[in-house]
């Protein structure tokens, strides 16, 4: 099964960017789309961005649409996160997640990926 790693967060003031990296191992041939999710305290899960291998499309969740660009790098097995125009609303703990589902949907719901990584924290101050 894939191993997921996640790297990039940290703190940044408002208005500020941050670049995620996910970093998977293991058996990623298998794997049909990444996305990246986020948990604030007290909050649901909530999607951010798919990719989808078979034909590179994209889909992000309404919250982050212009501001967060998601991106695969084939040759290193790596999924990013570029985040722009950071709010402090969009301090959370970021998780990145991989399935092995196919299915002709955008990949946003949180069920569809059997595999997530350790997540890592964002904090964006005001």
């Known amino acids: 099964q894939p191993q997921l790693v996640e790297s990039g967060g940290g703190l940044v003031q408002a208005g500020g960017s941050l670049r995620l990296s996910c970093a998977a191992s293991g058996r990623t041939f298998s794997m049909y789309a990444m996305g990246w999710f986020r948990q604030a305290p007290g909050k649901e899960r909530e999607f951010l961005a798919s990719?989808?291998?078979?034909?590179?499309?994209?889909y992000y969740g309404d919250s982050v649409k212009g501001r967060f660009t998601i991106a695969r790098d084939n040759a290193k097995n790596t999924v990013y996160l570029q985040m722009n125009s950071l709010k402090p609303e969009d301090t959370a703990v970021y998780y990145c997640?991989?399935?092995?589902?196919?299915?002709?949907?955008?990949?946003?719901?949180?069920?569809?990926?059997?595999?997530w990584g350790q997540g890592t924290q964002v904090t964006v101050s005001s």
């Open positions: 990719v989808i291998f078979s034909h590179g499309n994209t």
């Open positions: 997640a991989a399935s092995d589902l196919y299915g002709g949907s955008t990949y946003s719901q949180s069920y569809k990926y059997g595999y």
